[in-house]
Nanobody, 115 residues
Framework: QVQLVESGGGLVQAGGSLRLSCAAS????????MGWYRQAPGKRRELVAV???????NYADSVKGRFTISRDNAKNTVYLQMNSLKPDDTAVYYC?????????WGQGTQVTVSS
């Protein structure tokens, strides 16, 4: 089993920055991809960014050039640096970890961007 705990969310003005962190614990040796998803009110959960164990990244078009995902395998931690935040980025952000048996999710952290 894998447990994921997010931190770093909060309230920020448009144009500002936040860094989210997600620490994984438990049976972490079998984690493959790690990523960040978000869900805004009334919308489906969507992919924000994903990183493989080897460091290859992929981003949603809406955040390319503004967000950076990174991973510290030694610490079993994944980060999301969010710059130039927009009100449309307001959502609950969820950390995810892909293992052979499925996907694990954190509890989510709220990001609110005011105009």
């Amino acid at each position: 089993q894998v447990q994921l705990v997010e931190s770093g969310g909060g309230l920020v003005q448009a144009g500002g920055s936040l860094r989210l962190s997600c620490a994984a614990s438990g049976t972490t040796f079998n984690i493959n991809h790690m990523g960040w998803y978000r869900q805004a009110p009334g919308k489906r959960r969507e992919l924000v960014a994903v990183v493989t164990r080897g460091g290859i990244t992929n981003y949603a078009d809406s955040v390319k050039g503004r967000f950076t995902i990174s991973r510290d395998n030694a610490k079993n931690t994944v980060y999301l640096q969010m710059n130039s935040l927009k009100p449309d980025d307001t959502a609950v952000y969820y950390c995810s970890a892909l293992v052979n048996g499925g996907t694990y999710w954190g509890q989510g952290t709220q990001v609110t961007v005011s105009s």
